[in-house]
């Protein structure tokens, strides 16, 4: 059974940080890219960050400089280290792998409040 289980979220005042983990299990598949996307309430779910399975990692503009991705290949564990938080970053964080074979698999999503 696929499991991707996510911690990391919560409260935190505007400036401060967080790491989201994300650990995924029962993939036999290699994965080639995880990363994590967030969502707002009524509105689409964006990209914040991927990494590929070669390392190469892509941001969301609004992020670069603060947000960090990184990954454990052995753990099949993907990170955000969130760094300068802003109100603007409150969301639900969703983390995303795929697999050789391009099967997604989404998290449930641990909430990020900063609140203004």
């Known amino acids: 059974q696929v499991q991707l289980v996510e911690s990391g979220g919560g409260l935190v005042q505007a400036g401060g940080s967080l790491r989201l983990s994300c650990a995924a299990s029962?993939?036999?598949?290699?994965?080639?890219?995880m990363g994590w996307y967030r969502q707002a309430p009524g509105k689409q779910r964006d990209l914040v960050a991927t990494?590929?399975?070669?390392?190469?990692?892509n941001y969301q503009d609004s992020v670069k400089g603060r947000f960090t991705i990184s990954k454990d290949n052995a753990k099949n564990t993907v990170y955000l280290e969130m760094n300068s938080l802003t109100p603007e970053d409150t969301d639900v964080y969703y983390c995303?792998?795929?697999?050789?074979?391009?099967?997604?698999?989404w998290g449930k999503g641990p909430l990020v409040t900063v609140p203004s």
């Open positions: 995303n792998v795929r697999s050789v074979y391009d099967t997604v698999w």
């Open positions: 029962g993939i036999i598949a290699r994965l080639t890219v």
């Open positions: 990494i590929t399975s070669g390392g190469r990692v």
